[in-house]
């Protein structure tokens, strides 16, 4: 295939690249001293660089590419939409067709009574969207003081001011006066790290009693809502233990509070069900959506709320002072809906349950047995490693939080594989169409990365084990 810029240099490119581009979430002394690495092209589940290596891409490029790289039918509905209606907006009272075919879609796909879909670009977008459609529903309904929105720690929801609010990423809120008021943060149903001496079903428990005891301390008249995520994806892949979610829906039901789920890694397969809320049973009021929507192929999220919900805002709401440029963009719309449709007929999520998942969780769990894992954890096609220094205690490394990490993620991409390190977990969210003999692939390379970084931790003396 022809190329569509004229590809210079990598070293140019990287000095361009250094001299121009401020990029997300990078240390800017660091890749202008080291390089971005420049990804030139993408098939199925590989990605390839400037310099002619192939990667076997295992975050399907950040959770987002759940169909895999390479679908020209996305690309000719692109096409065709762009002549037809490139743009026009759904504010003032009106719409189009891709938006509207895809808000009937999405609302017959999701779970519940979950009917109603706001648009956004992104999940960050979304995210933000649901902090205002929560405190402006309490308000219509007459109560204005339940304006706290409880989340957790460690939670990622996104990085603009508000959705960065609701996370609970301490390094992000250090940086530009984040959290807003009005946003409490309890913690995390981490059994791993935090567990102790509880087994995972008593501290899933205990995590969530710890949302009852905030609504407690806050005053239910307060509080409008609690977020979180089905599985914690940037967070480190956490999966809650079975009794988690049981225990947070009894006590949403039995107080006035409004449950988000922020599916928008979990939602269009990622767990092996169309949404992660099938998985753990969650009923929420509001379900964030974005990534898996379009499998990254064009920016777009949305917010989806409960019909209840919609009705009672069709009857107080008046008119939501909220929208985007771009809420519901056709292109944005048409290529979702593709997306949505090739998922459905090649039945991929039926598939990730019934065999790939089973198969993943086959090898990713085999390595356990590895000296340097403290535990191989996965549910759907995500999953984390917890690297130790000590696999009987859970022992954290007395090195820097994610010395660890960063070795062995260094090792992935120089050896074909790109896992992501959160600290010292490395974690995967491959593309779901990925077949038995790539997940082969995945765990024999991780197997050896991991062998390589041990045989580098020794040699660095970073065996040491420290405290939490
Ligand atoms: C990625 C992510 C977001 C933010 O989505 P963007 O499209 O990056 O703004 C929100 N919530 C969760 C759970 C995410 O993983």
């Given at each position: 295939?022809?190329?569509?810029?004229?590809?210079?240099?990598?070293?140019?490119?990287?000095?361009?690249?250094?001299?121009?581009?401020?990029?997300?979430?990078?240390?800017?002394?660091?890749?202008?001293?080291?390089?971005?690495?420049?990804?030139?092209?993408?098939?199925?589940?590989?990605?390839?660089?400037?310099?002619?290596?192939?990667?076997?891409?295992?975050?399907?490029?950040?959770?987002?590419?759940?169909?895999?790289?390479?679908?020209?039918?996305?690309?000719?509905?692109?096409?065709?939409?762009?002549?037809?209606?490139?743009?026009?907006?759904?504010?003032?009272?009106?719409?189009?067709?891709?938006?509207?075919?895809?808000?009937?879609?999405?609302?017959?796909?999701?779970?519940?009574?979950?009917?109603?879909?706001?648009?956004?670009?992104?999940?960050?977008?979304?995210?933000?969207?649901?902090?205002?459609?929560?405190?402006?529903?309490?308000?219509?309904?007459?109560?204005?003081?339940?304006?706290?929105?409880?989340?957790?720690?460690?939670?990622?929801?996104?990085?603009?001011?508000?959705?960065?609010?609701?996370?609970?990423?301490?390094?992000?809120?250090?940086?530009?006066?984040?959290?807003?008021?009005?946003?409490?943060?309890?913690?995390?149903?981490?059994?791993?790290?935090?567990?102790?001496?509880?087994?995972?079903?008593?501290?899933?428990?205990?995590?969530?009693?710890?949302?009852?005891?905030?609504?407690?301390?806050?005053?239910?008249?307060?509080?409008?809502?609690?977020?979180?995520?089905?599985?914690?994806?940037?967070?480190?892949?956490?999966?809650?233990?079975?009794?988690?979610?049981?225990?947070?829906?009894?006590?949403?039901?039995?107080?006035?509070?409004?449950?988000?789920?922020?599916?928008?890694?979990?939602?269009?397969?990622?767990?092996?069900?169309?949404?992660?809320?099938?998985?753990?049973?969650?009923?929420?009021?509001?379900?964030?959506?974005?990534?898996?929507?379009?499998?990254?192929?064009?920016?777009?999220?949305?917010?989806?709320?409960?019909e209840r919900m919609a009705k009672d805002l069709d009857a107080h709401g008046g008119e939501f002072a909220h929208g985007y440029t771009y809420s519901g963009h056709p292109v944005a719309s048409a290529v979702a809906l593709e997306n949505l449709r090739i998922l459905e007929e090649e039945k991929i999520v039926d598939t990730v349950r019934d065999e790939t998942a089973p198969y993943l969780t086959e090898k990713w769990s085999a390595l356990a047995d590895h000296p340097l894992v403290g535990e191989a954890r996965n549910i759907g096609m995500m999953g984390a490693l917890e690297l130790t220094p000590d696999k009987s205690a859970r022992a954290p490394f007395a090195s820097d939080e994610g010395t660890v990490g960063l070795i062995c993620r260094e090792f992935c991409f120089a050896n074909g594989l790109i896992m992501r390190h959160v600290g010292n977990k490395m974690i995967i969210s491959p593309?779901?169409?990925?077949?038995?003999?790539?997940?082969?692939?995945?765990?024999?390379?991780?197997?050896?990365?991991?062998?390589?970084?041990?045989?580098?931790?020794?040699?660095?003396?970073?065996?040491?084990?420290?405290?939490?």
């Amino acid at each position: 295939m022809e190329h569509l810029t004229n590809f210079q240099s990598t070293a140019d490119m990287q000095a361009a690249d250094a001299a121009h581009h401020l990029h997300p979430f990078t240390d800017t002394t660091e890749i202008n001293d080291k390089g971005a690495r420049i990804i030139t092209a993408a098939n199925g589940v590989y990605i390839n660089d400037s310099e002619g290596n192939k990667m076997l891409d295992a975050m399907a490029g950040l959770w987002c590419v759940n169909i895999g790289y390479g679908r020209n039918e996305l690309a000719d509905v692109a096409h065709r939409q762009m002549l037809e209606l490139p743009y026009y907006n759904t504010f003032f009272m009106t719409s189009h067709p891709p938006v509207i075919a895809l808000a009937e879609k999405i609302a017959d796909l999701m779970p519940g009574d979950l009917n109603r879909v706001f648009f956004a670009g992104s999940g960050s977008e979304a995210n933000d969207t649901n902090i205002r459609l929560v405190r402006h529903y309490w308000a219509s309904m007459g109560k204005p003081d339940k304006r706290i929105i409880i989340s957790r720690k460690n939670a990622y929801h996104g990085s603009s001011v508000g959705s960065g609010s609701l996370g609970g990423m301490t390094g992000m809120h250090a940086q530009g006066g984040m959290p807003i008021p009005d946003i409490t943060h309890i913690d995390q149903p981490y059994w791993y790290a935090e567990g102790g001496d509880l087994s995972p079903e008593e501290f899933g428990l205990q995590a969530a009693r710890a949302l009852e005891a905030e609504i407690e301390r806050l005053g239910i008249d307060n509080v409008a809502a609690f977020i979180a995520e089905p599985v914690q994806g940037a967070g480190g892949v956490i999966i809650p233990p079975s009794t988690y979610w049981p225990e947070i829906q009894r006590i949403c039901d039995e107080n006035e509070i409004l449950l988000i789920a922020d599916e928008v890694i979990c939602a269009f397969g990622r767990t092996g069900n169309w949404f992660g809320s099938q998985t753990f049973n969650i009923r929420p009021d509001i379900m964030t959506i974005a990534k898996g929507l379009s499998s990254g192929y064009q920016p777009i999220g949305g917010s989806v709320i409960s019909e209840r919900m919609a009705k009672d805002l069709d009857a107080h709401g008046g008119e939501f002072a909220h929208g985007y440029t771009y809420s519901g963009h056709p292109v944005a719309s048409a290529v979702a809906l593709e997306n949505l449709r090739i998922l459905e007929e090649e039945k991929i999520v039926d598939t990730v349950r019934d065999e790939t998942a089973p198969y993943l969780t086959e090898k990713w769990s085999a390595l356990a047995d590895h000296p340097l894992v403290g535990e191989a954890r996965n549910i759907g096609m995500m999953g984390a490693l917890e690297l130790t220094p000590d696999k009987s205690a859970r022992a954290p490394f007395a090195s820097d939080e994610g010395t660890v990490g960063l070795i062995c993620r260094e090792f992935c991409f120089a050896n074909g594989l790109i896992m992501r390190h959160v600290g010292n977990k490395m974690i995967i969210s491959p593309p779901l169409v990925i077949s038995k003999s790539e997940i082969d692939e995945l765990a024999e390379k991780a197997w050896k990365c991991l062998d390589l970084t041990l045989a580098e931790v020794n040699n660095q003396g970073l065996m040491e084990v420290g405290t939490r």
